[in-house]
C-alpha cells in the first residue's frame, strides 16, 4: 500500500520522462498509486521560465492519462510542486484557488534570488552560512504562505552542500540549527500541514532522506505525526526510490502511517 506521491514528468523544465513511463514503473513496483508534481518555480532567475508550468496543458493532458491508467488497485493523482518564494504568496494563492489539484507541495528552492543547486550560491559563503540563510527563509516562506499540503524537502539546501564542499565540512549540524527547525516544524504541527520524507536524497549518494532522521524525530518528538512519502523522481528508474530503506527507519522512529492527499484531503495510509 505504498505510493510515491512527488514526481516530474516532461511538463517539468528539468525532467523530460513521460508521464506514462512513470506510471509504468510503479505499476511495475507494486505502488498503490502515484501523483504527478510538476515544477512551478515563477521568477527563476537563473534560468528564466524552465518552471513555468502549462496549467491548460497540464489540466487537459493529465486527467485524460488517469482515466485511461487508473484501476481500482492503482490511484493517479494530479499536483503541483510550488516554489516558495514570499512575495509570490499571493500569486500562488490564485493559482491554487483556481485549479483543482490534488495535491500542494511546497518547497524553497531560491533563497533571496538564487538557488542552491547552482554553485554560485556558496561562492561567498560557507555551507553553515548557506543553511542558515536557507533555513530562515522557509520558515518566511511558510509563514507568508498556507495554501498547501506537505512541505517538500525540508533541508534541500544540504544536498548542495554535501555535493559541492564534501563532509564534513558541509555537514548539517543539527544543534546549530535546532532553534529553527523547532520553529518550522512547530509551525507544520500547529497549522495542520505534513512534512515530506524526500527519498530523492539518495540519487545524490546521501545516507539519510531529506530531511535527515535526526530532523525526522524531533519532529515526531515534538508531536508531528502527519508525514507524505515521495521520491523526487526525474525519470522512471527513480520512482520510489530508497523506499526500502526509509520504512523501516520511519517505523523506528514512531511512524505508522503516511498522508496522501486527494482532493486536497489527507487520507491516512498504515505502514
Not at 554535501?162 to 527547525?181: H, I, M, Q, V
Not at 530508497?242 to 505502514?271: D, Q, T
Request: with cysteine; hydrophobic share 30%; proline share 5%.
Amino acid at each position: 500500500m505504498l505510493y510515491d506521491t512527488h514526481m516530474h514528468t516532461s511538463f517539468s523544465g528539468d525532467s523530460d520522462a513521460s508521464p506514462l513511463d512513470m506510471i509504468n514503473s510503479a505499476k511495475e513496483k507494486r505502488l498503490a498509486g502515484i501523483c504527478f508534481t510538476d515544477h512551478l518555480d515563477i521568477d527563476y532567475r537563473e534560468e528564466p521560465h524552465l518552471f513555468d508550468l502549462d496549467f491548460d496543458e497540464y489540466f487537459k493532458k493529465m486527467p485524460q492519462i488517469k482515466k485511461e491508467n487508473e484501476s481500482p488497485d492503482f490511484w493517479i493523482g494530479t499536483g503541483i510542486e510550488m516554489g516558495l518564494q514570499p512575495y509570490l504568496a499571493e500569486t500562488h494563492h490564485a493559482i491554487t484557488r483556481k485549479y483543482p489539484f490534488d495535491f500542494v507541495i511546497g518547497s524553497v528552492h531560491v533563497i533571496s534570488g538564487y538557488d542552491p543547486y547552482y554553485k554560485s550560491f556558496y561562492d561567498d559563503k560557507s555551507p553553515q552560512e548557506a543553511y542558515r540563510m536557507y533555513f530562515d527563509q522557509v520558515y518566511e516562506n511558510i509563514c507568508a504562505f498556507d495554501d498547501y499540503d506537505t512541505l517538500g524537502h525540508l533541508d534541500y539546501v544540504v544536498r548542495y552542500g554535501l555535493k559541492y564542499f564534501g563532509s564534513p565540512e558541509a555537514d548539517c549540524r543539527f544543534d546549530d540549527f535546532k532553534n529553527t527547525f523547532e520553529k518550522i516544524l512547530k509551525h507544520l504541527i500547529e497549522h495542520g500541514k505534513s512534512l515530506e520524507v524526500n527519498t530523492g536524497a539518495f540519487r545524490y549518494g546521501m545516507s539519510e532522506p531529506n530531511p535527515s532522521y535526526e530532523i525526522l524525530k524531533f519532529y515526531y518528538n515534538l508531536g508531528g505525526r502527519n508525514i507524505t512519502l515521495g521520491a523526487d523522481a526525474h525519470e522512471p528508474k527513480d520512482v520510489a526510490i530508497g523506499y526500502e530503506k526509509v520504512i523501516p527507519e520511519l517505523k523506528k522512529i514512531g511512524f505508522s502511517w503516511f498522508n496522501v492527499y486527494k482532493n486536497r484531503h489527507p487520507e491516512k495510509i498504515s505502514f
